[in-house]
């Protein structure tokens, strides 16, 4: 049943006619936003061969000049922090992974960015294998208080890194969706 309608998905995909990219575009009004609309992009870490592409490498400098150049005014940076399932108390980071989110590397990233003219937007990502954030489910209080500890010295660690660089160009924010009781909680800065 299932590859029946894999197979009727996919033919309707190819019956579908697809645009050109050298089509010219239907005629739909263009409106200019206004200077005070920020024109961001959410700009992740290129893990490709290693992160020989990610933050911190020339490959990044230039792409964070080509959404300069097509009016990007914003980035958000996301170092991403890992939990081995939703039963974990546990997290880890990559402040010193080679080719991962390090610290040098965000910085580098940071730079280039307030370099260019664009606001950053420090974004800590928990990356919960096998499922997702929401789904974190310590068995009891002392395992949600491990689990909130760690990832609290995670978002802090970056806190901490924004404040001993005095940015005021850049901004932070974290998301918790579960506390120890499992009430929803969040938080930005």
């Not at 160009?169 to 909680?185: D, N």
């Amino acid at each position: 049943m299932r590859l029946a309608l894999f197979a009727v998905a996919l033919a309707s995909c190819r019956a579908t006619p697809r645009p050109r990219a050298d089509a010219a575009a239907p005629d739909v009004p263009v409106v200019a936003l206004p200077a005070t609309v920020a024109r961001g992009v959410a700009y992740a870490h290129d893990w490709t061969a290693r992160g020989a592409r990610g933050y911190g490498t020339e490959s990044d400098r230039a792409q964070l000049r080509r959404l300069r150049a097509l009016g990007a005014t914003w980035v958000s940076v996301t170092p991403f922090a890992y939990a081995d399932g939703p039963r974990a108390t546990t997290v880890r980071a990559s402040y010193d992974r080679p080719g991962s989110e390090t610290d040098a590397a965000l910085r580098a990233t940071v730079r280039e960015a307030h370099a260019l003219g664009m606001r950053v937007l420090l974004k800590p990502h928990l990356w919960v294998r096998g499922s997702w954030p929401g789904a974190l489910a310590p068995a009891c209080e002392a395992e949600a208080v491990a689990l909130t500890e760690a990832w609290g010295a995670v978002t802090l660690h970056y806190a901490a890194s924004r404040r001993r660089r005095g940015s005021r160009r850049s901004r932070w924010a974290s998301r918790w969706t579960r506390s120890a009781r499992g009430a929803g909680r969040r938080g930005a800065r």
